[in-house]
């Protein structure tokens, strides 16, 4: 950030009384700007055995295979957010049971929600962001070709818990890259 | 949003390629400004049969009592960020134990997550947010002078589950005000 929103002054960084942090603020209109972390939330589809992941048609990891999941919007609830990440990526419907997991990724300051959810129907299809959409039993997850360490963490916490004939909530930091 | 906060320039409205929403865009240098829900995060913090409040010293609410919790910053978990707020608001030392409460608040882009705590000690004092903190019991919770429903739900659901002996996580939206 390098300019004001609100009116266009170049900001500077320093800490505003009775604030513990540098934010950018500006000098002319006196607006601080704060920045917050973002979410990201989706869903874990399931049909019988199986689970839906889409191969992504964008970067990051490009060709790789992930949970559909996205950027919460504004004026969405988390489950919305969901849904709509769901159909947007997979063409998918879905009906959302429960929280599954909330992974903090605060090296990029986003946090990840991902719901548990029933599948539909089979009219799924890959939406303009996912190159393919398939389901896959736990023996044909590509673990080597997942996109990102929060999905194959939901997927794996997912299968055992299913061994283990009983759903939990799961939460996890995720610290900077391996 | 009026200005770009990367080059200055007047920013306008569009929705762009590939997108379905309408953003604030830079006609100069094309950054696509985004704009997406705030977490807050705090606790419930436990001592025995009561709970620990805190009556806000600041806006909005002023003068009304509130659980510990604050808008989420950059660069920590949800769970760093609910024990912050707890000694920031309260001078409260606690340890998180679950996530108990989600509540959506779409009409102002906010989600609350709640996690129960155990109160480690009782040297807990007033931060400058906060004019007074006390522990209440159940009987004791001034239930119409709480500051904001997302923190009357979280309790009411508290004391809920503890008479069932059993705590649950509990997810809800609320939409504007009654």
């Not at 996205?70 to 947007?88: K, V």
Request: with cysteine; charged share 25%.
């Amino acid at each position: 950030m390098k300019f004001c929103s609100a009116c266009g002054s170049s900001v500077t960084q320093t800490i505003p009384a009775g604030d513990n942090r540098l934010r950018f603020v500006c000098p002319e209109c006196d607006t601080i700007h704060y920045q917050n972390p973002k979410m990201v939330v989706g869903t874990l589809p399931v049909w019988e055995d199986k689970v839906l992941l889409c191969k992504r048609a964008i970067e990051p990891q490009y060709g790789k295979w992930t949970l559909p999941a996205g950027f919460m919007e504004n004026h969405e609830s988390t489950q919305e957010g969901a849904l709509r990440e769901t159909f947007e990526e997979a063409g998918a419907r879905v009906e959302i049971s429960h929280l599954f997991t909330l992974y903090n990724l605060p090296y990029i300051s986003q946090v990840y929600l991902m719901f548990r959810a029933r599948l539909l129907d089979l009219e799924f299809a890959a939406g303009p962001e996912s190159l393919e959409v398939a389901l896959f039993t736990e023996a044909e997850i590509p673990w080597d070709q997942l996109a990102f360490r929060t999905i194959e963490q939901t997927l794996r916490r997912y299968f055992e818990d299913r061994r283990n004939g009983s759903f939990d909530f799961h939460t996890a930091t995720i610290e900077r890259n391996r």
